[in-house]
């Protein structure tokens, strides 16, 4: 474009985009003469996501009890800034301005996860009203604001008494899950139609009890820990048949897993082809054995002496039918090529310049929104998908004009939808979306310094302030397509 000619359609949008009014305009302009073709299924549920420690705070109040997180975050070093999540954003008490903020983007859905020792603060034994009344309190008002609630049960905030009864390693704490589960999908299931089981299993038990960098920080040796995950993965079938035994009819339940997602290094049917065995292989642990209610061949022989130890109905819980897998979908795994060797992919090295986002396990890769769900459909043809989790860290900045310029997370998100869309284009099921996170929360390790909300808080007053990936959401969902 030379100097002196008129401003293009671009030009003017991307001056437009400092200015919501203008935004809006533009996009009005854009809809009425270039019909979107990236639009998604009629009636997708557009959402946001957070779970319990992340961001409820108020750790000591009404009866609550201590969770391994609470320990965990105590422990010199663990956490990298040396906080917790004792008030985080404190949205258990402002859970209503969080819930207008949802209702201001448009959003159609909410997940959030149910604090186990809020409802049972040892773990089992007598569940504790005030606790659960919480969430009464939380779905009523999203009920209230058009918004449907989806709940995960269990996102890592273990009761501390149970792990120091062996956690995860205890067979009887999938019992105990199960019973909670139950206990949770009686009270809410007249308001909540649909339950994620228990939040990556494959996060959870590898890096808290494999290599300890999450609670509660234990490294253990590989027969104990194919054990622990053999009784994560026995909890969410367990949880699924409570959740069926106790909760109303028509209650929905699956997992919310953040399954090991190989890609083709490029399309040709014989990669393609590679990625989805690599895929299943990588899996097994995990949703594989929870699809096809055993464990693949080789994860079995890999094992050898360390194999999981159970008795004969246990793969049949395992494999409870579920009603929807959830699948949370950040970052790539391995690129593959086919091969003729067994085991009939080869796993390719990253090369070091390979681009990341703000956190360095965050490799780029848009299309892994593609084959993730895509291979979730042809591997274990499951009625609905979704994508319970997506979203990218930035190194946010509040701006001496009071908006925080997050175009990095615009760039994720668009570029990851668009892979989405191609998705639901070719008829892969997936049905709602959850974008990971509402709010600037507790990141775990990484403490407060990572942020990977769509709203920015201070942590010192807990002022919100939308950034501009909100405003870029709000528009998605208004459009129902990328924006
Ligand atoms: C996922 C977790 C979620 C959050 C995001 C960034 O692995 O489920 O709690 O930490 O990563």
Redesign the pocket.
Known sequence: MTKSAPPTRRGFIAAAALSPLIATEAAAQLRADEPSDLSFPKGFRWGTAT?AY?VEGATNVDGRGPSIWDTFCREPGRIRDGSNGDVSVDHYHRYKEDVALMKSLGAKTYRFSIAWPRVFPAGRGKLNPDGLAFYDRLVDELLANGIEPFATLY?WDLPQALQDKGGWERRDTALDFADYAGAVAAKLSDRVNNFFTL??ML?FVEHGYGIGIFAPGLKLPPGRLAQARHHAVLAHGLGVQAIRARGRAGTKVGPAE?LTVALPAFEIPAHVQAAELATRELNAAYLTVMMEGRYTDAYLAGLGADAPKFGDGDLKIIASPVDFVGI?V?APGPYVLSSEAAPGYEVLKWPKSYPHMASTWLRLAPEVLYWAPRHVARLWKPKDIYIS?N?TSSKDKLDKDGRVYDLDRLMYLRNCLTQLHRATQEGVPVRGYFL?SLLDNF??ADGYATR?GLIHVDYATQKRRPKLSAAFYKEVIARNAPA
């Open positions: 779970s992340q996102h939040n990556e996060s953040n949370n950040y989790e979203g990971w990141e775990w990977f």
